[in-house]
């Protein structure tokens, strides 16, 4: 008598194996499902030969070795921004008050900008984050870094963390920057997708 085994279970005893294989996702995962985007992250950025700041972090471009970062290069409106500033210089660099940081949105074809006489846009400010001016100096010395935390979940309801919003300023998707100006203007540049 010849042995036959059923194809039910034929296709069962594969789909066992294929699955202790590693070759099945995890039960519940639709085939078709598309996967949400992830931001990009800082393995992508360029950080400088001689950078000290924080590790993870995207720096900018220096000014006179201070640089400005983001902890990644692309957010969603709700994350949390990490942003700061670092000194990678030998001297102690002096701020007054210290100058508040700004963050502005890009503005293509704003008001302020004529056909005849136009860029493509103009930075906006939609908030600030910082003391108001004091007269105040303080130092950020070699090595040391400033960190800010801006939740931009309760930009519209209230106050970021950290991060007042100037008027009645709302967070849309585009290009942004922070900055802090102290006779040196100290920017890095994100986006919010």
């Given at each position: 008598m010849k042995s036959r085994i059923s194809p039910y279970i034929a296709a069962i005893a594969l789909i066992t194996?294929?699955?202790?294989?590693?070759?099945l996702g995890p039960a519940g995962t639709a085939v078709n499902a598309t996967p949400e985007p992830t931001p990009e992250s800082c393995e992508t950025c360029t950080v400088p030969e001689g950078f000290c700041g924080p590790p993870g972090v995207c720096p900018g471009e220096p000014v006179n070795d201070v640089?400005?970062?983001?902890?990644?290069?692309?957010?969603?409106?709700?994350?949390?921004?990490?942003?700061?500033?670092?000194?990678?210089?030998?001297?102690?660099?002096?701020?007054?008050?210290?100058?508040?940081?700004?963050?502005?949105?890009?503005?293509?074809?704003?008001?302020?900008?004529?056909?005849?006489?136009?860029?493509?846009?103009?930075?906006?400010?939609?908030?600030?984050?910082?003391?108001?001016?004091?007269?105040?100096?303080?130092?950020?010395?070699?090595?040391?870094?400033?960190?800010?935390?801006?939740?931009?979940?309760?930009?519209d309801a209230a106050l970021g963390k950290n991060v007042e919003p100037v008027g009645n300023s709302t967070l849309t998707p585009g290009t942004y920057r922070i900055w802090i100006w102290n006779g040196i203007n100290i920017s890095r540049e994100f986006e919010f997708v």
């Open positions: 194996v294929l699955a202790t294989a590693g070759c640089y400005a970062f983001t902890d990644r290069n692309t957010y969603r409106i709700g994350d949390v921004v990490e942003f700061g500033i670092v000194n990678c210089g030998d001297e102690p660099v002096e701020f007054s008050n210290p100058s508040p940081w700004r963050v502005d949105r890009w503005g293509a074809n704003t008001s302020g900008c004529t056909p005849e006489n136009c860029t493509g846009g103009m930075w906006e400010t939609i908030g600030r984050s910082g003391r108001a001016h004091t007269g105040d100096i303080v130092y950020l010395y070699p090595g040391d870094n400033w960190t800010v935390q801006w939740d931009t979940a309760s930009w």
